[in-house]
């Protein structure tokens, strides 16, 4: 035998072996077929030869996407079991009205490209070597609509639910006074955005897009005040949801109660692309002990920007309203505009001085205009294919609180539609109806945990909007952005106004809270940390009353003489800031400091911001450790709070 048939006798061996190796790697799945999203699925691997750390477990919907189209992945060593080649992990799925495929990989250390990082730079799996690949699992067909939301019309006497289904066919709503008095029904609207519609990457690539489905818009009419009702959302033909129930509005009762929170994000069971939010869980499951502790007095969410960080990645989007329908099928959820809803390349208004930049992952807001709908018809046009952008700013009444909500994403200088309209709206609140005026917006007018970006944008809030706040004696004003908690004493121009208690004149001015705790683990720096000892710590002023590190929410109670405001951390549930506001706008609790050298000390911050910008990213970068296996947020589990980073890298 010579060489050259030597050689080739060798490797038709070595091809045999290995066939026959990789016919011993078995995955499997049970159940195959799941009858809503939620349900648990386990998957089960034997036999991988020679386990590496870097093995992974990819997941795929719908099944024929290309091997680099994975939704998630999970590296098979986080199993105990992981070096014997054989493992399982059971998983929640969301339903994306397509199947699932999970494919594993081999992956090694000496295949990782420095160039293919995720959001926290962590290397992202390669698919070159597939082992094996599961058998296809699906979704019960005809278990009704799923994403079942409602939100206030303006009108007290109406409700409106949204859901999603797979296909758009004729959907209604049929609702009634108990659970199988269901008499009254009424039909939907359909609406629909295609790949087509998003204005740049990820959200119009392959690896970014996956059908949305259809979004159907109902009102139910006629409602009773203060009443108890039951609603079922679908068709006969696609399938009725389960029965959900709400309480309606009543302003004659006096009182109000809301859960208020911003940037919270979604879970997901896998990493992905993105960094997703796991505190989101804890913040959901607060404010569903919160709600049920209400019994049937109405209340409603509000959600003040960077809503579900899908960012371009449409499967979090049907994580997000997953995780928040055991909720937002209960109460009101109502959302304004975030930077990560929005912001894109080609936005039509971004001034040279702003800090817009491509934090919407090309989404263009249009995910949030189809599948939110809130009072009012604020939109402005994007310039491009994508549809007008919706849910800009609005307000409402409900019990003794006027909400008005803005957008910091598009315009709102004097001569915009939206300061006309947010003037004419605080200009017009009845004080005798609604006593307590609460404005809330996205980026913040003041926050002493922000770096340079911000600062131009913070100062046209200050100057342009403030006076409106203050002449009109806006009571609370809510800002999310920073992913902390911070209160101020009430504020006009950076100076403290004076509650009068002590004989001296008194300036009830509005007071400012930052309230970006939902569950996004950006955070920014106010403390120092051993293992970043380069980083600046951002000083708090005198106006600054109180700064908060934990995840939470805000739980509001309002009557006509009292509004009162509880910040709850999601580490125990219970009350760790609190804040009292009389009607007249006297402030009862909270310290009020007077005085120019106050003001003079936190407007020279703005300054200071700018001096430290360069040495935060040098130092954030130092500090920063790169972890093949897992994302930084999966390795602080159990370990308290989560090691704060900034947004700005």
Not at 26 to 43: F, N, Q, R, Y
Not at 280 to 285: E, F, P, R, Y
Not at 355 to 379: I, L
Not at 484 to 496: H, I, K, Q, V
């Amino acid at each position: 035998m010579n060489m050259i048939s030597f050689l080739t006798f060798f490797f038709l061996i070595l091809n045999f072996f290995s066939l026959s190796l990789s016919s011993l790697i078995s995955i499997s799945v049970t159940p195959k077929t799941l009858s809503k999203s939620g349900d648990l699925i386990t998957i089960k691997w034997t036999n991988i030869p020679s386990p590496s750390k870097l093995d992974f477990l990819a997941i795929y919907s719908p099944p024929n996407s290309t091997h680099n189209n994975f939704i998630g992945y999970i590296f098979l060593s986080t199993r105990p079991e992981w070096e014997s080649g054989s493992g399982s992990i059971s998983i929640p799925l969301v339903n994306l009205r397509s199947e699932y495929h999970f494919r594993i990989f081999k992956w090694t250390e000496t295949e990782v490209d420095p160039e293919l990082m995720d959001e926290d730079h962590n290397p992202l799996p390669q698919t070159k070597h597939l082992l094996a690949e599961s058998e296809v699992v699906g979704f019960e067909p005809g278990r009704g609509p799923e994403q079942v939301h409602l939100s206030l019309t303006g009108r007290e006497n109406e409700m409106r639910v949204m859901f999603v289904t797979s296909d758009g066919e004729e959907s209604y709503v049929r609702y009634g006074s108990g659970r199988v008095e269901l008499g009254r029904v009424v039909g939907t609207r359909v609406g629909r955005y295609e790949k087509e519609d998003m204005c740049d990457g990820p959200a119009n690539s392959s690896v970014g897009w996956r059908d949305p489905g259809y979004v159907h818009d109902g009102v139910m009419v006629n409602l009773e005040k203060g009443k108890k009702y039951y609603y079922q959302v679908g068709s006969d033909s696609g399938g009725w949801s389960p029965v959900y129930s709400f309480v309606s509005q009543n302003g004659d009762w006096g009182e109000t109660f809301a859960f208020l929170f911003g940037d919270m994000g979604t879970a997901t069971p896998y990493n992905t692309f993105l960094r997703t939010q796991d505190e989101s869980i804890s913040t959901i499951k607060w404010i569903s002990r919160d709600i049920e502790a209400l019994g049937n007095k109405p209340a409603l969410i509000s959600h003040i920007g960077d809503i579900s960080y899908a960012r371009g990645y449409s499967w979090l989007w049907d994580t997000f309203f997953s995780q928040i329908e055991p909720v937002a099928s209960r109460v009101p959820y109502h959302v304004c505009i975030g930077n990560h809803e929005y912001d894109w390349p080609l936005q039509p208004w971004k001034p040279d001085w702003s800090s817009y930049g491509t934090d919407g992952g090309g989404e263009c807001g249009v995910p949030y205009s189809y599948k939110f709908r809130m009072p009012g018809n604020s939109s402005e046009p994007t310039g491009m294919r994508a549809p007008a952008t919706r849910n800009l700013y609005y307000s409402f009444d409900s019990g003794p609180v006027h909400f008005v909500y803005m957008s910091t994403e598009t315009n709102f200088l004097p001569g915009s539609k939206q300061y006309d309209f947010l003037k004419h709206d605080l200009e017009s609140v009845d004080r005798v109806k609604t006593p307590f005026v609460v404005f809330q917006g996205h980026r913040p007018m003041y926050t002493t945990s922000s770096g340079k970006k911000d600062v131009p944008l913070r100062k046209r809030m200050v100057h342009y909007l403030e006076p409106l706040l203050v002449k009109n004696n806006v009571n609370l004003v809510l800002w999310g952005h920073v992913h902390r908690y911070e209160r101020f004493c009430p504020l006009n121009n950076f100076t403290c106004g004076s509650s009068g208690l002590n004989g001296e004149e008194r300036r009830a001015f509005p007071v400012q809270v930052v309230i970006g705790m939902g569950g996004q683990d950006w955070q920014p720096i106010w403390e120092p940390r051993v293992d970043h000892p380069s980083d600046p710590i951002y000083p708090q002023p005198l106006q600054s009353l109180y700064r908060g590190g934990e995840f939470g929410y805000m739980r509001m109670h309002a009557t006509k003489e009292k509004l009162t405001l509880s910040y709850v951390g999601n580490h125990d549930g219970e009350v760790h800031d609190m804040l009292e506001i009389l009607a007249s706008g006297q402030v009862l609790s909270g310290g009020i400091y007077d005085g120019p050298a106050a003001a003079e000390e936190m407007e020279s911050m703005l300054s200071w911001y700018v001096k430290v910008g360069s040495v935060l990213m040098l130092g954030a970068f130092i500090g920063y450790i790169v972890g093949f296996v897992s994302h930084a947020r999966k390795n602080a589990a159990g370990k308290g709070w989560r090691r704060i980073k900034t947004e700005e890298i």
